[in-house]
């Protein structure tokens, strides 16, 4: 069966699947085993290895995984979450699901598209418990800055890692995972992401009692699993807490596990690729580059742009035209109108630095197969727009 056709010369992302993947979810499929079990074990023990953590819990979808997370650091009514609001809506949505209310931090600015931590520092209160960073297109956050943040003030630390499988940071104790840095990072295999299982997600941890509440709770509060029943290691359960079903299977962990180790090779591709796009744009006068000159080892899960001026809107349209597909990560999730409502009327809930990079961003492709010719082509176009 081949791809269903898209208009696109260069899509934004593309999946390219090796037969490796198609021999590993065969092989499942013929063991008669298809639900979560040996495979998905091997997958959590090999992205503990890789991230160098105790614990690993393959889970559905990274929004599970962040909403396992949330729910292991006992939030609830009343609690205050600190996030940012550059990010897709599950980040901020994981937090709604347990009561608790996200606060939304301001970014850096626009060379920076992370979470400021000074921004952050100014909006704690007696109600705040956590924050949860996202590590905007796999660059990683000021970790340092938000560690120090967290123990003046004895917050717990969620990593969204959505973007960044196998981003490292030059951190002042040496060099860190990303999702090894906090009380528990959170991962998303979705079809779009630097590594995947088509759904998909995993959460890490180094704390023994949270991975306990991950691990019971991701499989609706049963201290036994099917697996472990059907090896007769036990007979019957007991349900100790709320859970949920967010299980992966392992179809998805076979998938996982050829898709990991391939992880660091792809994501080198798309460094280089990324160094290519800042050399060809960084002299172009109508737009600014975030994160250039940013430290080495990033997942470089997005390549973001910012216009300084002309429309965005004909800009997008211009590259549609030349078979050229773009994106806008994010429309602030402050600014949507059911988290608006979150809100009484007079609360201040501006950041003026997220809003204003989130009015001009435009995320051009990226992926790790993209050829010399398509990144000349989105190369060309932009420069052509801009009368270059
Ligand atoms: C920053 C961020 N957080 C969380 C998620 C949620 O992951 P999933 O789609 O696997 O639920 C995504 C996925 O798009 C994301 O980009």
Request: hydrophobic fraction near 40%; charged fraction near 20%.
């Amino acid at each position: 069966m081949s791809k269903p056709e898209t208009p696109w010369k260069v899509p934004l992302a593309d999946v390219k699947l090796e037969p490796e993947e198609l021999v590993a979810v065969t092989a499942v499929l013929q063991s008669g085993w298809l639900s979560m079990g040996p495979k998905t074990e091997e997958f959590e023990g090999r992205f503990a290895e890789y991230l160098g953590v105790k614990h690993c819990f393959a889970v559905a979808n990274g929004t599970a995984a962040l909403h396992l997370a949330v729910e292991a650091l006992g939030l609830e009514a009343g609690d205050e979450v600190l996030c940012p609001a550059l990010t897709f809506v599950a980040t901020a949505n994981a937090i709604l699901y347990t009561g608790a209310r996200p606060v939304f931090v301001d970014i850096n600015g626009p060379h920076d598209l992370n979470l400021s931590v000074d921004d952050a520092a100014g909006k704690i209160t007696e109600r705040t418990r956590a924050v949860m960073v996202v590590h905007y297109g796999g660059y990683p956050c000021n970790m340092d800055g938000v560690r120090a943040l967290a123990a003046r003030h004895d917050l717990k630390i969620i990593e969204d890692c959505a973007h960044a499988p196998g981003a490292v940071y030059h951190s002042a104790q040496g060099v860190r995972m990303a999702g090894a840095m906090g009380d528990v990072g959170c991962f998303s295999f979705f079809a779009n992401k630097n590594m995947t299982t088509g759904e998909g997600g995993m959460v890490a941890t180094n704390d023994q009692q949270l991975a306990d509440q991950i691990r019971t709770r991701r499989s609706h509060g049963m201290t036994t699993l099917t697996w472990h029943r059907h090896r007769g290691h036990s007979f019957s359960y007991d349900v100790v807490a709320r859970g949920y079903n967010y299980r992966l299977d392992e179809m998805r962990a076979a998938l996982g596990l050829v898709q990991l180790a391939r992880l660091p090779q792809r994501n080198s591709r798309r460094g280089r690729l990324v160094r290519a796009y800042q050399e060809k744009l960084r002299s172009l006068g109508g737009i600014e580059l975030p994160f250039l000159g940013s430290p080495p080892g990033g997942a470089y899960h997005l390549f973001p742009i910012i216009l300084k001026d002309g429309d965005r809107a004909a800009f997008m349209q211009m590259l549609a035209q030349k078979g050229i597909q773009t994106s806008i990560h994010y429309p602030p999730v402050h600014t949507f109108s059911y988290y608006r409502r979150q809100w009484p009327p007079d609360f201040d809930h501006r950041l003026p630095r997220t809003e204003d990079a989130a009015s001009r961003l435009v995320t051009l492709p990226l992926f790790p197969e993209m050829t010399a010719a398509q990144q000349e082509l989105v190369v060309e176009s932009v420069r052509e727009f801009f009368g270059a």
